[in-house]
C-alpha cells in the first residue's frame, strides 16, 4: 500500500508543477481573457464544487465571482464566498475541487476515451477526443488553482500516513480488505495523473521551445 500512495502523491505534486509551469508560459503568451475563456470549464468545476460542497455541509455561501487578472504574477480566475466554519469542514470544502477534478478526469479518460488503465492501450482517435484532450487541459490546470486548495488536499494524505505510522508503531494489522481497497484506489489516482501530466508536459514542451 505504501508503493501506490507514494506514485499518488508523488504525481500529484508533479501534476500541480507542471499546471503551474503551463499556466506560467501560457500567461506570457495569451491576453488573461482568452486564457481564462480556455480554463472556463476547469475554473466553472472548481469554484462550483467549493459551492456545493459548502450547502451540503451547511456552512453559509456567497455569490461565485469570474473576474480573471494577475495578482503578483499569479493567474485570479475566480472565487466562491464560503462563511467561516471548522477546519474539518474547511478541509472538505477545500479538496472539493480535488476530487470533484479527479473523478471528472476518470470519467474523461475511461468513459469518454474508452481508455483500459489496466493496458494503457490508446483508443483509435476520432475528432471527439479532441473535446476530451481540451477538458482533460481544463481541469487538470485548474484542480490546484489556489495554494489553500493544495494544503487542503495535502492534508488527508499526512493524516493517512500518520495513521499508517501508528500502525506500524503498534505491530496492528489494518484489514485486508481495507488494504486491497486502498492499494488499487492508490494505483488508479497514480495512473490517472500520469497520463495527465504526461498531456502537459507534450504542450510545455513546445511552449518552452517556443520562448528560445
Same mark, same amino acid.
Given at each position: ?12 505534486? /508533479?501534476?500541480?508543477?507542471? @499546471? ?28 462550483? =464544487? ?14 461565485? @465571482?469570474? @473576474?480573471?487578472?494577475? +495578482?503578483? +504574477? ?41 481508455? +483500459? ?28 488553482? %489556489?495554494?489553500? +486548495?493544495?494544503?487542503?488536499?495535502? /492534508? ?15 505491530? /496492528?494489522?489494518?484489514?485486508? %480488505? /481495507?488494504?486491497?481497497? =486502498? ?30
Amino acid at each position: 500500500m505504501i508503493l501506490p500512495l507514494v506514485l499518488f502523491v508523488a504525481t500529484a505534486i /508533479l501534476l500541480f508543477l507542471s @499546471s503551474r509551469a503551463l499556466i506560467h508560459r501560457l500567461i506570457r503568451l495569451l491576453p488573461v481573457d482568452l486564457l481564462f475563456f480556455l480554463l472556463l470549464p476547469g475554473v466553472l468545476l472548481h469554484e462550483l =464544487s467549493h459551492l456545493l460542497t459548502a450547502e451540503i455541509l451547511q456552512v453559509p455561501t456567497g455569490h461565485i @465571482s469570474l @473576474s480573471p487578472h494577475l +495578482d503578483k +504574477d499569479q493567474l485570479k480566475l475566480g472565487s466562491a464566498q464560503i462563511g467561516l466554519t471548522d477546519p474539518i469542514r474547511l478541509t472538505l470544502i477545500g479538496t472539493a475541487p480535488f476530487l470533484a477534478g479527479t473523478i471528472t478526469l476518470w470519467l474523461i479518460l475511461v468513459v469518454g476515451l474508452r481508455l +483500459d488503465l489496466n493496458q494503457l492501450a490508446l483508443p483509435i482517435f476520432n475528432y471527439w477526443h479532441l473535446l476530451f484532450y481540451y477538458l482533460i487541459f481544463a481541469i487538470s490546470n485548474t484542480m490546484f488553482s %489556489s495554494p489553500s +486548495d493544495l494544503q487542503a488536499a495535502a /492534508l488527508p494524505v499526512v493524516l493517512l500516513l500518520i495513521i499508517l505510522g501508528l500502525f506500524q508503531l503498534t505491530n /496492528l494489522n489494518l484489514p485486508i %480488505s /481495507l488494504v486491497d481497497l =486502498s492499494t488499487n484506489l492508490f494505483w488508479l489516482l497514480a495512473i490517472i495523473f500520469s497520463l495527465v501530466l504526461a498531456l502537459n508536459l507534450l504542450l510545455l514542451l513546445p511552449l518552452k521551445l517556443l520562448r528560445r
